[in-house]
């Protein structure tokens, strides 16, 4: 039974993760265009939004996986250190995303997701795997020790 709670911890995780993730990126794109003069409405930025989340499925796959690998190793790291346990998640997702992005940028000579390629944008999207950890953290089932 905590074999399926974990996963289903890592599922809402990476879901919430990517959501929060595609958001952020859209909206720092927005921004860019509307730093160029186009007038970008609240309706604009919700419908926009959505259609990101629908439609950039791929980043959630791979955050899915980051997620998966990430989470793997901090209950290792937390297993042996425990007064990290508490930040190990939150961090993991945070190393995830950073790692994932750094990988892309290597592979393509850019970084695939338009709103991380500002430094702040990349930010965003670090701060939103670990949204994703703490997410995990909250989820997953716990042991009486814990």
């Known amino acids: 039974m905590r074999f ?13 993760g990517y959501i929060f ?4 990126s859209t909206h720092f794109v927005l921004q860019d265009l509307a730093a160029l ?11 926009t939004s959505w259609a990101d989340i629908l439609g950039t499925w791929q980043y959630g796959i791979v955050i899915s996986a980051a997620f998966a ?7 290792l790291v937390k297993a042996v250190i425990p007064f990290l346990a508490r930040i190990a998640y939150p961090v993991a997702g945070a ?19 338009g709103g991380a390629r500002s ?9 939103a ?7 995990f953290e909250a989820l997953r089932p716990k042991t009486e020790n814990e």
Request: glycine share 12%; aromatic share 16%; net charge negative.
């Open 4 to 16: 399926f709670g974990n996963v289903f911890a890592w599922l809402m995780a990476a879901l919430l």
């Open 21 to 24: 993730a595609s958001t952020f």
């Open 37 to 47: 003069g186009a007038p970008i409405t609240l309706e604009q930025r919700v419908s």
């Open 69 to 75: 690998l990430a989470f793997f190793v901090a209950s």
């Open 95 to 113: 190393a995830a995303i950073y790692t994932a992005l750094s990988l892309m940028e290597a592979q393509f000579g850019t970084v695939p997701i």
């Open 119 to 127: 430094d702040l944008g990349f930010l965003f999207q670090v701060f």
């Open 129 to 135: 795997g670990g949204l994703g950890g703490l997410a």
